[in-house]
C-alpha cells in the first residue's frame, strides 16, 4: 500500500509556543489530506480536510485560525498548532486518500503532541 | 447526521478465543465501510467492504456487510497476543468527498 509519513513523531513544548507538524505522501501524489486528532481512549476525530493549491476546510467546532493548514505541494501538507496550550495535547494523525476512488485511506503514524 | 456505533467498547479474551466485533452505522449515501486496526499509532487498513454478504478474509480475520441491517462484523480466529488493539469502523461522509467518519472503536486485549 501507499506510504504516508509524518514529521516529528513526538514533540513536547512549552505552553504559548507554535508546533508544526508535517505530513507526506511518499509514492503518490495527494490532491487533499485529512488531519485527525485522537484523545486518549477515544476515536479519531476528523480536524480538517487540506486542499492543495486552495484553503483547508474545517470541521466544526475546530479553531481555524489555531490549526494553520497549508497543502504545499501535491506530496506535503503541514498542520501549525499556534500559541499552544496543555489542552492541545493530543494525537495528531494525517491520512491521504487512494486515488481512484474507494475511500481507502493511508494514515500517517502520527505525532504526539504534549504541551506543558 | 451520519453515525457509527461499535460494540463491544472493550473486550478480554484469552489466547486461542474468537471474537466478533460489531459496527452498525446510518449513513444517507453508503458507499463503502472500512475496518482498521490500531495499535499504539495510526490505523492501519484492515477491510474495505461494499457489497452485501460477500466475506472478505485475511488470514485470522474476517469482515461481512450486511447492507440490509445496517452492520457488519469483523472475526478474529485463533486470537493471539498480538491481536490486542483498538479495531476501529469508518464509513465515508455523505456529501464529503474522502471524508472518514470514525465508531468509537472496541478495545480488544488477548491474553495468555
Known amino acids: 500500500g501507499a506510504v504516508v509519513s509524518q514529521h516529528p513523531s513526538r514533540v513536547i513544548c512549552k505552553s504559548g509556543t507554535s508546533v508544526k507538524i508535517e505530513c507526506r505522501s511518499l509514492?503518490?501524489?495527494?490532491?487533499?489530506m485529512f488531519w485527525y486528532r485522537q484523545f486518549p481512549k477515544q476515536s479519531l476525530m476528523l480536524m480538517a480536510t487540506?486542499?492543495?493549491?486552495?484553503?483547508?476546510?474545517?470541521e466544526q467546532g475546530v479553531e481555524k485560525d489555531k490549526f494553520l493548514i497549508n497543502h504545499a505541494s501535491l506530496t506535503l501538507s503541514t498542520l501549525t498548532v499556534t500559541s499552544a496550550h496543555p489542552e492541545d495535547s493530543s494525537f495528531y494523525i494525517c491520512?491521504?486518500?487512494?486515488?481512484?476512488?474507494?475511500?481507502?485511506?493511508?494514515f500517517g503514524p502520527g505525532t504526539r503532541l504534549t504541551v506543558l | 447526521e451520519d453515525k457509527v456505533v461499535q460494540s463491544p467498547l472493550s473486550l478480554v479474551v484469552h489466547e486461542g478465543d474468537t471474537v466478533t466485533l460489531n459496527c452498525s452505522y446510518e449513513?444517507?449515501?453508503?458507499?463503502?465501510l472500512l475496518w482498521y486496526k490500531q495499535e499504539k499509532k495510526a490505523p492501519t487498513f484492515l477491510f474495505m467492504l461494499?457489497?452485501?454478504?460477500i466475506e472478505k478474509k485475511s488470514g485470522r480475520l474476517s469482515s461481512i456487510l450486511d447492507k440490509k441491517e445496517l452492520f457488519s462484523i469483523l472475526n478474529i480466529t485463533a486470537t493471539q497476543t498480538g491481536d490486542s488493539a483498538v479495531y476501529l469502523c469508518?464509513?465515508?461522509?455523505?456529501?464529503?468527498?474522502?471524508?472518514?467518519?470514525f465508531g468509537t472503536g472496541t478495545q480488544l486485549k488477548v491474553e495468555l
Open positions: 491520512s491521504a486518500p487512494q486515488t481512484g476512488g474507494y475511500n481507502e485511506q493511508f
Open positions: 509514492d503518490f501524489q495527494a490532491t487533499t
Open positions: 487540506s486542499n492543495e493549491g486552495s484553503k483547508a476546510t474545517y
Open positions: 449513513v444517507t449515501n453508503f458507499r463503502s
Open positions: 461494499t457489497s452485501s454478504g
Open positions: 469508518a464509513v465515508p461522509i455523505t456529501g464529503g468527498g474522502n471524508k472518514l467518519t
